[in-house]
């Protein structure tokens, strides 16, 4: 049996139910398409493959192998670069290997793909990146993009919420638009630089498992909660602007808290109730 998201772009996440609690597939003769991966153990008697899947494998953290096998290989990560102004995070013929769409075709970035915006990205300005994938690669940097670009994101509504599986690195140079919230799932050593931007206006949240993520400046969230729910935050000494600060959950988090933090909205804005 194949089981198969719809494409390289609409696909599908086979996953535990509890975030960093794995859970055991069987590889016998069955195979995977379109397929991003997160909390599983793949139990086979012989290596899986996965690296050359239609639309690859995407990985997004803790998965391993047992039962036999020794080595689980997912599509290698490929940094992507983005060189076509406009367009849609989704669309391939964005994205290169290289600056300036040297390096040869790109493609939609996985999970486990770095992605970059720099000075060969936008030509003019009054460009805009729309954010319209959940997974959307691990670490991300606009660090070097020219052009005031715009990152839109709020497709394709403002509930829609991006996921990132390493660092994020913005300038102030840049518009962000849209209120779709953020998500935070790297399980290593990670960083955050909003350079003064106002982060979102939907719920953002921390969701990775023995992961630490550290801040590089002031963070402001407004609108809805900032969400812990698994992981470090370590604010680095900077001032903090969230909503709400929620962490009431049973899982391994922590909150390494060295700077000021103002919380803006009323009622109980402070909740690590479990």
Not at 135 to 160: I, K, L, Q
């Amino acid at each position: 049996k194949t089981i198969s998201g719809n494409s390289a772009i609409n696909r599908i996440l086979i996953r535990s139910d509890t975030v960093g609690t794995p859970r055991i597939i069987t590889v016998n003769s069955g195979t995977f398409a379109n397929a991003d991966f997160e909390d599983i153990t793949f139990s086979s008697a012989s290596n899986v493959d996965l690296s050359a899947i239609t639309g690859g494998s995407g990985d997004c953290g803790g998965n391993t192998i047992t039962g036999g096998g020794s080595t689980l290989t997912f599509t290698p990560a490929a940094t992507q670069y983005w060189y076509q102004d406009t367009g849609n995070w989704s669309d391939s013929t964005k994205w290169f290997l290289g600056s300036g769409g040297t390096g040869g075709a790109g493609r939609v970035p996985l999970p486990q793909d770095n992605t970059v915006f720099d000075g060969n990205s936008f030509s003019t300005t009054g460009k805009t990146v729309t954010g319209n994938m959940f997974r959307s690669g691990a670490s991300m940097t606009w660090e070097n993009a020219t052009n005031n670009p715009t990152w839109f994101r709020n497709y394709p509504s403002p509930t829609f919420t991006t996921n990132f599986y390493g660092s994020i690195t913005l300038i102030s140079a840049m518009i962000l638009s849209g209120g779709s919230g953020i998500n935070f799932r790297g399980r290593g050593v990670h960083t955050i630089t909003s350079a003064g931007q106002t982060l979102s206006s939907g719920n953002c949240s921390l969701i990775a498992p023995g992961g630490t993520y550290t801040l590089q400046d002031a963070l402001t969230i407004t609108g809805s909660s900032f969400t812990i729910s698994s992981g470090t935050l370590n604010d680095g000494g900077f001032t903090c602007s969230f909503s709400t600060l929620v962490s009431s959950n049973s899982n391994v988090r922590g909150i390494t808290k060295t700077g000021n933090w103002t919380l803006t909205s009323t009622g109980v804005v402070w909740n690590l109730a479990t």
